[in-house]
């Protein structure tokens, strides 16, 4: 096994700039024994769409995190993410109608008209907190809206978030179990208030309905369903457009090339996946004795697939791979996950970040930095917490 000394469990670790030693990864020791954390680390993008395409070799059933105590776990909450076949793809036919394209393309005028607003509140002269006001509340509003939340409750939901999220860190207030509390006493109310009165276009009631007609969830399931749209939704499209926002005025070459060729949009989006990674990773459990690389791996260690570090794999991405580029085509990343996991809401991410950037570009262009940045203390989602920007 390597001698590579890396801190790979400390949050720290990502909260920094960790490329430079996911690059030692790759060339080093591909499949990584992380002695402190007692897992694998896999850093190259053969070996993570490997492990992502066979969930009968490589489990989510005990957690998708690194091992921490301070990280949400299969002990805390019957997510889907925690399921194998047969139950997960069970699980996610039932609202595969809500993340279907027609359903997603027919959403675009209301966040388009979302993104203008909070775009028109942008003062300008003034330095503002890009990750707060601009990055956070369209997410926010989308997901509350798609679960029929009342908009008073809008800012209530952005905390509960960010507490469960950033459990970890000493900036975001409110602790991560009073605000799963008070997440589940919403959600039960929400629910409650469905079953009594269904709505025709309503993802609560979608469920509830289809419960009702004998499908194979409960209650829990369906809360389940509305904690992991509320968070997952939530903090990577937040994270999305606070990191691409940052991507582009540090690379004002690549912010003037897409001023001038808008059209290419789409690309800047799939970019800013790749380069920024929303998610860091996600994480398997080997179901049996296997080799990977030549390493012998043993049922029942953990395997995290670093997504930052496969990303800029340059066997797949070329020479160029650690470079940001609007223009990169094809771009295959990996940001979304493969395979069974591959997360069922990345085209509704792409969407709000799309026409988000629209509305931004032409502000953009007379943006500028306008003091340190400051990232969240975690490891799956080390997002921008604070970023002062100025609109000229």
């Not at 990584?32 to 009968?56: K, L, M, Y």
């Not at 019957?78 to 595969?96: E, G, K, S, V, W």
Request: proline share 8%; with cysteine; hydrophobic share 40%.
């Amino acid at each position: 096994m390597s001698g590579l000394q890396l801190p790979l469990h400390d949050p720290e670790f990502y909260r920094g700039d960790p490329f430079p030693a996911f690059r030692r990864l790759r060339e080093q020791s591909p499949v990584h024994w992380h002695a402190e954390g007692g897992w694998w680390a896999i850093s190259r993008w053969d070996d993570v769409r490997e492990v992502s395409s066979r969930p009968d070799l490589f489990s989510s059933a005990s957690g998708v995190m690194i091992p921490d105590p301070a990280e949400i776990g299969p002990g805390d909450i019957d997510l889907m993410l925690f399921t194998d076949p047969p139950r997960h793809r069970a699980l996610r036919q039932l609202i595969r109608d809500v993340f279907a394209p027609r359903r997603i393309r027919a959403l675009e005028p209301r966040i388009r008209e979302l993104a203008r607003g909070v775009v028109e509140r942008i003062p300008a002269g003034a330095a503002l907190d890009f990750a707060e006001e601009v990055a956070a509340p369209l997410p926010t509003i989308v997901i509350a809206e798609l679960l029929g939340i009342d908009p008073a409750d809008w800012e209530r939901f952005r905390s509960w978030s960010d507490a469960i999220i950033g459990e970890l860190d000493p900036q975001v207030p409110g602790r991560r179990a009073e605000a799963q509390e008070a997440l589940h006493r919403y959600f039960l109310e929400v629910i409650e208030d469905r079953r009594r009165r269904p709505r025709a276009d309503d993802f609560v009631s979608g469920l509830l309905a289809a419960r009702e007609r004998g499908a194979p969830i409960d209650e829990n399931d369906v809360y389940c369903f509305c904690w992991l749209l509320l968070t997952a939704g939530n903090e990577t499209t937040r994270n999305l457009i606070a990191q691409g926002t940052h991507a582009l005025l540090s690379h004002p070459e690549q912010l003037a090339q897409l001023s001038r060729e808008p059209g290419r949009m789409h690309r800047a989006v799939e970019e800013m996946l790749r380069w920024c990674v929303p998610s860091q990773y996600m994480a398997r459990t080997a179901a049996c004795d296997l080799e990977l690389r030549g390493q012998k791996i043993r049922a029942g260690q953990k395997l995290v697939m670093l997504y930052g570090a496969a990303n800029r794999d340059p066997e797949v991405f070329g020479p160029d791979a650690e470079a940001f580029r609007i223009d990169r085509d094809p771009n295959p990343h990996l940001s979304f996950g493969y395979g069974e996991h591959v997360c069922m809401g990345a085209g509704l991410a792409r969407l709000e970040a799309r026409l988000m950037f629209e509305e931004l570009l032409p502000l953009l262009r007379r943006a500028a930095l306008d003091g340190p940045v400051t990232r969240m203390r975690a490891t799956m989602t080390p997002g921008i917490l604070h970023m002062p920007v100025t609109f000229a």
